[in-house]
């Protein structure tokens, strides 16, 4: 899994002893029955992106680059995905590979020249296949988008099976590039909620990366500075967050150079009023569709929960107590704000691999699930090639 961060790869090794072995799932998606969570992160690596490979990743998502560039780049990823994912493969049954998103146009968008859905999400699955020795699921939005949903997010279904749990509303928070939740009402799936709120990290890495830095460690920058009013209240009025949900956006809607700001502003009042600015939308979202449902508690994940400046913003808007996944006792089992979204996709290619549907269209606004992802078999002559 590499976010739309896109600093590099998160690989989990995820058990599921609870679950039906592969090739048994024939009865369907079982009962959701006993504590969270439903499975164990056994093993966890985070492998950065080279500097070149990531400015590549970030030119495509600017919309620059030669279609050769971008088939290179395509080749580049698988190669990167199967270097992160074979230590941990050697015991897997199979690989699930999300891939990096470079361009998500979620609904057309004249103006962006976006004139139907598409989405791209690069990481060659052969090359991944070829190097494991192990087949891939890979590719999970096209399907969710096809089937008229805005492709994301996708981790809500995984995050209902194994970490849903009767008796209390909770909501999964993920700060990453972009901020998204998963609100998860007892185990009752059609009560999920899930939505992108807007930015998270995107905006104030791109400050950061204005002070020579890849992002605001520990919060520094925008400790630093004051939020400049007049600034946030022009972000506010960005129409993508009054659109209700389901709704998903890409890292190309929050990009700091496309966003009006006075160039007199210094970077920490910048940085401070990036955070101000995830906070508020994260809070109004709340506000607006989560909190009249009945809300327990929010539990952080995503780099964003590593940021002081962010988590406190975030628990002053909130009127519902933050917990980590510590808190839970979650870590115990290997579910880290680090590992869930690489554990999610695990689950995810497991379901697709048993024939299960893996999406929940009411949250994305498709017409019916999809088992999501595309297989690519296991090489015939398992080893890779020297
Ligand atoms: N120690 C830290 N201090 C401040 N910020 C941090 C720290 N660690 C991580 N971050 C922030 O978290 C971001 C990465 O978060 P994460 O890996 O969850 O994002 P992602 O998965 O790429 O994005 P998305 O979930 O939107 O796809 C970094 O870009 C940075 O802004
Ligand atoms: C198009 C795309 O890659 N979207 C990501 C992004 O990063 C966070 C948020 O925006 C979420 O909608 C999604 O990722 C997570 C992993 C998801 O699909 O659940």
Not at 131 to 145: E, H, I, S, W, Y
Not at 359 to 373: E, K, R
Request: proline share 9%.
């Amino acid at each position: 899994m590499s976010g739309t961060s896109a600093d590099g790869i998160d690989a989990a090794l995820l058990e599921l002893p609870d679950w039906p072995a592969l090739g048994e799932g024939g009865g369907g998606l079982p009962d959701l029955t006993g504590a969270a969570p439903r499975g164990r992160v056994l093993a966890h690596t985070f492998t950065p992106y080279t500097p070149d490979l990531r400015a590549a990743v970030l030119r495509a998502g600017q919309n620059e680059g030669t279609p050769a560039e971008l088939t290179q780049l395509h080749w580049a990823l698988g190669e990167a995905f199967a270097q992160a994912a074979a230590p941990l493969a050697e015991d897997a049954d199979l690989v699930a590979s999300h891939g990096q998103t470079v361009q998500h146009h979620p609904r057309p968008e004249a103006a962006r020249g976006w004139t139907r859905p598409a989405t791209l999400q690069l990481g060659e699955a052969a090359v991944i296949a070829a190097r494991t020795g192990k087949p891939v699921v890979a590719d999970f939005r096209p399907a969710d988008l096809a089937a008229g949903g805005v492709g994301a997010p996708l981790v809500p279904f995984a995050d209902w099976a194994l970490l849903a749990e009767a008796g209390i509303n909770r909501a999964l928070h993920n700060l990453g590039g972009v901020s998204n939740l998963t609100f998860l009402p007892g185990t009752d799936p059609a009560g999920v909620l899930a939505f992108d709120t807007g930015p998270a990290n995107c905006l104030l890495d791109d400050v950061a990366a204005l002070a020579g830095q890849t992002q605001d460690e520990g919060g520094a920058l925008a400790g630093a500075g004051t939020v400049h009013e007049a600034t946030l209240s022009a972000w506010l009025a960005h129409p993508e967050l009054a659109t209700p949900p389901p709704k998903a956006t890409g890292r190309e809607v929050w990009t700091l150079s496309q966003l009006p700001r006075p160039a007199s502003l210094s970077l920490p009042d910048l940085a401070a009023t990036a955070v101000a600015l995830t906070a508020r939308t994260v809070g109004d979202a709340y506000r607006r569709w989560v909190l009249p449902r009945g809300l327990d508690e929010v539990v952080v994940a995503g780099g964003g929960a590593r940021n002081p400046a962010l988590v406190a913003a975030l628990r002053a808007e909130l009127p519902v107590p933050l917990r980590t996944f510590a808190d839970l006792g979650w870590t115990d089992h290997g579910f880290t704000d680090a590992t869930r979204e690489a554990a999610a996709f695990a689950f995810l290619g497991y379901a697709r691999a048993q024939g299960w549907p893996n999406t929940l269209p009411h949250t994305t606004g498709a017409a019916q699930a999809v088992s999501a992802g595309k297989w690519t078999p296991a090489p015939l002559t398992p080893g890779a090639p020297s």
